[in-house]
């Protein structure tokens, strides 16, 4: 379900608190919270607060240029904070062939073992 401007996705109702989750980081901006089907040890997704029209990557805008640049600096310290120092993965799904499944746009921060192949 792709949801119209206006209209809650699961992670603005997770953003609201509507949906309970593990909050790791928050700040004006942006949001991370522990996945709930993890796929590795440590497996956060990092959500802007405000959706504003990214519901996949391959809409943005000019306009969203700073929300992606304090995407990546926030998770480089949310790697910190979880303690990833030997390394870690960065991903973002987009549409039906990049395996998208929440059309609000999110970042996976994948950690905490060393990660398979990555188109597997
Ligand atoms: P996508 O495939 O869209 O890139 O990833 C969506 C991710 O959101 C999946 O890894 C899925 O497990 C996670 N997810 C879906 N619904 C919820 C939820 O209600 N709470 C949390 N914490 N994660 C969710």
Do not use: C
């Not at 990557?57 to 904070?81: C, D, N, P, T």
Request: no cysteine.
């Amino acid at each position: 379900h792709i949801p119209k401007d206006g209209e809650d996705s699961i992670f603005d109702k997770i953003v609201k608190r509507e949906i309970p989750s593990t909050v790791v980081y928050e700040d004006d901006l942006v949001m991370a919270f522990r996945d709930i089907a993890p796929k590795a040890p440590v497996h956060i997704l990092l959500i802007p607060k405000n959706r504003d029209g990214l519901t996949r990557m391959s809409v943005a805008e000019e306009k969203h240029k700073a929300i992606f640049g304090h995407m990546l600096w926030a998770s480089s310290e949310i790697a910190r904070r979880e303690g990833l120092a030997e390394g870690w993965r960065l991903v973002i799904n987009d549409g039906p062939n990049g395996g998208q499944v929440v059309y609000h746009l999110h970042m996976h921060i994948l950690g905490g073992e060393k990660l398979g192949d990555f188109n597997k």
